[in-house]
T-cell receptor, first 114, second 109 residues
């Protein structure tokens, strides 16, 4: 595997379910990101991890819970979501956080909350 | 507030040239990025500008004017595979990336 991978690619869940999204980067990067992408809206940064430490949490509801066990893996745990949480969730990584390095994105998880 | 503006959708003809504009108002400036995103796929990095002027990369060029808060992405010799969304993003004084909503480019034969 190369680059940034995400699983699952598609997820349908009810509002009472618990699920997790997984991201893995094979680039040796030190920073990882979760974004939410809704149709015709800008990418919304949710969480940033640098060297496995959470450095940003952009007022995201507590029903989204990130976890970064090591610099290659990032999870987003989902619990009691709302229909408006349906979106494409993108993971990205970069060499370092907070500097002029481009971010490399995974293909995303298309989440539908019913 | 911080804001990135780009057209929602553009249409162009195969073989032609198209210019996608991006204007920004941000708290500080530490570089501007362009990304390409095909439907259902990951955004991929195209270009980075931090100084005024034109950066050329094959068929794609990106221009920046910091005094005008303006950038454009120029695509030459358009091919059908260039049909995608093009995202403009600016890094502000806190090194936060502020994203535009993207421009959907439709290429017609």
């Amino acid at each position: 595997e190369t680059g940034v991978t995400q699983t699952p690619r598609h997820l349908v869940m009810g509002m009472t379910n618990k699920k997790s999204l997984k991201c893995e980067q094979h680039l040796g990067h030190n920073a990882m990101y979760w974004y939410k992408q809704s149709a015709k809206k800008p990418l919304e940064l949710m969480f940033v991890y640098s060297l496995e430490e959470r450095v940003e949490n952009n007022s995201v509801p507590s029903r989204f819970s990130p976890e970064c066990p090591n610099s290659s893996h990032l999870f987003l745990h989902l619990h009691t979501l709302q229909p408006e949480d349906s979106a494409l969730y993108l993971c990205a990584s970069s060499q370092r956080q907070g500097e002029a390095y481009e971010q490399y994105f995974g293909p995303g998880t298309r989440l539908t909350v019913t | 507030g911080q804001n990135i503006d780009q057209p929602t959708e553009m249409t162009a003809t195969e073989g032609a040239i198209v210019q996608i504009n991006c204007t920004y108002q941000t708290s500080g400036f530490n570089g501007l990025f362009w990304y390409q995103q095909h439907a259902g796929e990951a955004p991929t990095f195209l270009s980075y500008n931090v100084l005024d002027g034109l950066e050329e990369k094959g068929r794609f060029s990106s221009f920046l004017s910091r005094s005008k808060g303006y950038s454009y992405l120029l695509l030459k010799e358009l091919q059908m595979k260039d049909s995608a969304s093009y995202l403009c993003a600016v890094r502000d004084s806190n090194y936060q990336l502020i994203w535009g909503a993207g421009t959907k480019l439709i290429i017609k034969p």
